[in-house]
C-alpha cells in the first residue's frame, strides 16, 4: 500500500501554501481571494487526487488550480486586465530567491505598524496557512474575537496601504525584530512549560523558511537558539510530566538531528540571538563550560544590558568562579527593580545559596519562587527542590 | 496615497534637544519632492469652538470636543506611494521627537 492520498495532499499542501498565497497577494492585492483559492485547490486535490492519482508536481497543479480559480474570480468581478494576464502568465516553477513572494508575505504580515498581537495571528493565519479557530484557541480567544482581529489587520494592510514588499538597506535591519518578534512569541507559546508544542514546531519551520529565504545571522542565530531548546522537549519532563533540570534530564532523549543542524549554522557574530544560540549551545556540549558561557554573557550584555540578561549572567558566573561572587552580582542586577517577583531570579538565589551551604535560606527562598511561579509544572520543580534539600 | 498627518504634543518628549531635525528642512524637502500638498501650525485648543446642530437648533461650545492632555498643534497632508514612505517623512519631523505623530490614511472608494 502507497500512502494514502489525504498524507500526500496535507504534505503538497504545508509545501505549497504559502507559495500560492504569497503569490496570489502580490497579483491581486486581495488577501482572503488568496486564501479562498488557495484553499479550493486543495479541496479539489482532496476530491480528485484519489481517483485519477497523484499528478508529478502536485504544487504545481495546486498552484494551477488555484490561479485559474482567482482569474475566474477576477472576471466575475470584472477586473482591470493587467492583473488577469499576470495571472494567466505566472510561473508555476518556484521564482528566484530574491523575488520571493513568501518573502514579502512574512514581512507585510510582520509590520511594525500592525500590533504584535494581529502580527501574530496574520502569520500563522496566512503564512502557515492555521485555521482561525486554532489559532484562537492557542491565544485563549474566541473563534469570532480572532476572525474579527485578522479582519481588522488586512482592512489595515489595504486602507493604510502596507507596502507588499521586502525592505531594503537600513530598513531591512529596523524591520527585522519586528518579525523576530513574531517567531520568538509563537516559539514561546510552545515553549512554556504549559504551552503547546506545535506552536514550537510552527515557529521553527517558519524560521527556517525565513533562513532560506535570507542571509542573515541574527536568522541563523534565532533558528540556531529554537532548535536548540527544542531539542529537549522530549527529555524536559519525568515520566510523571515534571519539570527536569539540565543536569536531571535524559540526554540520549535529546534531538541529535536538531543539535546537529543548529550548530552548523551557529553564526560566531555578536547579535543578541547570535550569542544567546552560542550559549544554548554551550549547554548542550559533553562538559559545560561555565567560563566559556560567562564570556559569552559578558559580550550579551553589551548589547542587550536587560535584567534578566543580567540575571543569568550572574548564574553563569556562580558556577564559572564562586556561589559568592554569583550572589554579589544577582544583588547588584536586581537594582531598579527590573527583577522584582521574577520566579526565576529568586529560583537562581536559592540555587546559588544552598551552594554557598546555606540550606535553609535556600528551601525559603525556593518555596518563594514557587509562590509567583506562572505554571503548576515549573511550581511542582520549585517545591520539589525544596524539599530535597530540607531532605539532605 | 493620500495621508493626513496629525502633529500632536506628548507627555514624553525627547529630552535631548540636539537630536530635534529642523522643521524648516523638513518643510522644504518635502514641498520640493511634491510629498506635501499643504499644512500648517494650529493655535492651542483653548481658542478651539465646537459645533454642533441638534433638531435644528445651534449649540456651540467653548474649546475642544475632548480635553486630553496630548493634543493636535498642526497638521500636514502627504502625498506618498505608501505607508512606508509615510513613515519615512514623518520620522523626520521635528515633533515625530518633541512630540507624536498620527499617520491617518484618506478614505478611498
Not at chain 1, 8 to 26: F, G, K, N, P
Not at chain 1, 150 to 159: F, H, M, W, Y
Not at chain 1, 187 to 213: H, K, N, V
Not at chain 1, 320 to 344: C, F, H, I, K, N
Request: contains cysteine; charged residues 25%; glycine residues 6%.
Amino acid at each position: 500500500m502507497g500512502t494514502p492520498v489525504d498524507v500526500v495532499v496535507a504534505a503538497a499542501s504545508r509545501e505549497s501554501h504559502t507559495r500560492i498565497v504569497a503569490t496570489l497577494i502580490r497579483v491581486t492585492g486581495d488577501w482572503d481571494l488568496a486564501e479562498d483559492c488557495a484553499q479550493e485547490a486543495l479541496a479539489l486535490a482532496l476530491e480528485r487526487w484519489p481517483a485519477e492519482g497523484v499528478p508529478n508536481n502536485p504544487g504545481g497543479w495546486l498552484m494551477t488550480v488555484a490561479r485559474n480559480r482567482a482569474i475566474d474570480a477576477l472576471r466575475r468581478a470584472n477586473l482591470e486586465r493587467r492583473k488577469l494576464s499576470e495571472l494567466a502568465s505566472l510561473p508555476l516553477d518556484p521564482p528566484a530567491p530574491a523575488h520571493d513572494d513568501r518573502l514579502r508575505l512574512i514581512f507585510t504580515c510582520c509590520h511594525p505598524a500592525l500590533s504584535l498581537e494581529a502580527r501574530v495571528a496574520l502569520t500563522l493565519r496566512t503564512v502557515a496557512g492555521m485555521p482561525a479557530a486554532d489559532i484562537a484557541r492557542a491565544f485563549l480567544v474566541t473563534e469570532s474575537t480572532m476572525t474579527r482581529r485578522l479582519t481588522r489587520a488586512k482592512d489595515k494592510i489595504a486602507q493604510a496601504r502596507i507596502p507588499y514588499r521586502v525592505p531594503s538597506g537600513p530598513a531591512l535591519n529596523e524591520r527585522l525584530p519586528s518579525v523576530f518578534a513574531v517567531l520568538y512569541l509563537l516559539f514561546s507559546r510552545g515553549y512554556d512549560a504549559d504551552g503547546e508544542p506545535a506552536f514550537a514546531d510552527e515557529a521553527i519551520r517558519l524560521t527556517r523558511l525565513l533562513a532560506q529565504l535570507m542571509s542573515d545571522s541574527e536568522v541563523d542565530g534565532l533558528l540556531a537558539l529554537f532548535l536548540l531548546q527544542h531539542s529537549r522537549r522530549a527529555a524536559r519532563r519525568d515520566a510523571d510530566g515534571n519539570l527536569l533540570t539540565l543536569a536531571e534530564q535524559d540526554r540520549a532523549r535529546w534531538d541529535l538531528d536538531a543539535i546537529t543542524e543548529a550548530l552548523r549554522i551557529l553564526p560566531s557574530t555578536d547579535g543578541p540571538y547570535a550569542l544567546q544560540a552560542s550559549i544554548a549551545a554551550c549547554h548542550v556540549a559533553e562538559k559545560t563550560d561555565w567560563t566559556r558561557i560567562a564570556a559569552l554573557y559578558d559580550r550579551l550584555a553589551t548589547v542587550v544590558p536587560s535584567p534578566v540578561v543580567l540575571l543569568n549572567r550572574a548564574v553563569a558566573y556562580g558556577y564559572a568562579q564562586s556561589p559568592a561572587t554569583g550572589l554579589a552580582m544577582l544583588e547588584s542586577a536586581r537594582v531598579g527593580g527590573g527583577l522584582d517577583g521574577y520566579p526565576l531570579a529568586l529560583a537562581a538565589e536559592a540555587d546559588m545559596t544552598a551552594r554557598a551551604g546555606d540550606r535553609w535560606r535556600a528551601v525559603s527562598l525556593y518555596e518563594q519562587a514557587a509562590a509567583v511561579a506562572p505554571s503548576p509544572a515549573e511550581q511542582r520543580a520549585l517545591l520539589r527542590r525544596a524539599t530535597e534539600l530540607s531532605r539532605n | 496615497m493620500k495621508y493626513m498627518m496629525f502633529v500632536c504634543t506628548d507627555t514624553e518628549p525627547e529630552t535631548d534637544e540636539s537630536l530635534v531635525p529642523d522643521i524648516d528642512t523638513w518643510v522644504d524637502e518635502n514641498d520640493k519632492a511634491g510629498r506635501r500638498l499643504t499644512g500648517n501650525q494650529l493655535v492651542p485648543p483653548s481658542s478651539a469652538t465646537t459645533v454642533r446642530v441638534r433638531g435644528g437648533e445651534l449649540l456651540l461650545t467653548d474649546g475642544p470636543f475632548a480635553e486630553t492632555k496630548e493634543v493636535i498643534v498642526g497638521f500636514d497632508i502627504l502625498e506618498c506611494a505608501d505607508l512606508d514612505e509615510a513613515i519615512e517623512v514623518a520620522r523626520n519631523h521635528s515633533m515625530a521627537y518633541a512630540g507624536r505623530i498620527e499617520l491617518r490614511p484618506f478614505h478611498q472608494d
